[in-house]
């Protein structure tokens, strides 16, 4: 059965770093693509970035600079380095994997962790 | 704002069929082949419920359907039910720096 479970989330000052990780279970994190995808409180979904089996990674404007995705593939785990975080930030994040045989959807999703940013 | 634009909010009674739009531009909806579209209940994790404009993942009912017009995608639910009532969320790739754009929402009340 396809898991995914993120932790790591928590409250930060303005500023600050945190790194969010994400196990995965019934699959393997290097021959899939998976993505960060997060929701503001009360807000719309924002995709935040993603990592292809080939290692090539992307990530949105709001972002760049700032986050870096990346894999542990002896740990099947994905990770969202979060740096100079701002208070618009604050969201649940979530990790979602890729549609076998496609390159932009999402189908298992975890459960997310909260993440907020305020002093 | 964002990229994607959807109606807020839709309405329909048990039975009935609604559609959603989806409007962006020729960089994402227009330009590709590339949308999707999500369903979210309260509380829990989004569930792909369309991908590549019109396809249904393995599991989706048939109820739901999707469509492509120019730079507007549709979502159409069929013989809505109540457990249909959740939040929809379109999405494309777009050729703009950012890869994947997500629509505002729309919340769908089944009366």
């Known amino acids: 059965e396809v898991q995914l479970v993120e932790s790591g989330g928590g409250l930060i000052q303005p500023g600050g770093s945190l790194r969010l990780s994400c196990a995965a279970s019934g699959f393997t994190v290097s021959s899939n693509y998976i993505s960060w995808v997060r929701q503001a409180p009360g807000k719309g979904l924002e995709w935040v970035s993603i990592?292809?089996?080939?290692?090539?990674?992307y990530y949105a404007d709001s972002v760049k600079g700032r986050f870096t995705i990346s894999r542990d593939d002896s740990k099947n785990t994905l990770y969202l380095q979060m740096n100079s975080l701002r208070a618009e930030d604050t969201a649940v994040y979530y990790c979602?994997?890729?549609?076998?045989?496609?390159?932009?959807?999402?189908?298992?999703w975890g459960q997310g962790t909260l993440v907020t940013v305020s002093s | 704002q964002s990229a994607l634009t959807q109606p807020a909010s839709v309405s329909g009674s048990p039975g009935q069929s609604i559609t959603i739009s989806c409007t962006g531009t020729s960089r994402d909806v227009g330009g590709y082949n590339y949308v999707s579209w999500y369903q979210q209940h309260p509380g829990k994790a989004p569930k792909l419920m369309i991908y590549?404009?019109?396809n249904r993942p393995s599991g989706v009912s048939n109820r739901f359907s999707g469509s492509k017009s120019g730079n507007t995608a549709s979502l159409t639910i069929s013989g809505l039910q109540a457990e249909d009532e959740a939040d929809y969320y379109c999405?494309?790739?777009?050729?703009?720096?950012?890869?994947?754009?997500f629509g505002g929402g729309t919340k769908l009340t089944v009366l």
């Open positions: 590549d404009v019109s």
């Open positions: 999405s494309s790739y777009t050729s703009s720096s950012t890869l994947v754009v």
């Open positions: 979602a994997r890729g549609l076998v045989g496609t390159t932009y959807y999402f189908d298992y």
């Open positions: 990592i292809y089996s080939a290692g090539s990674t």
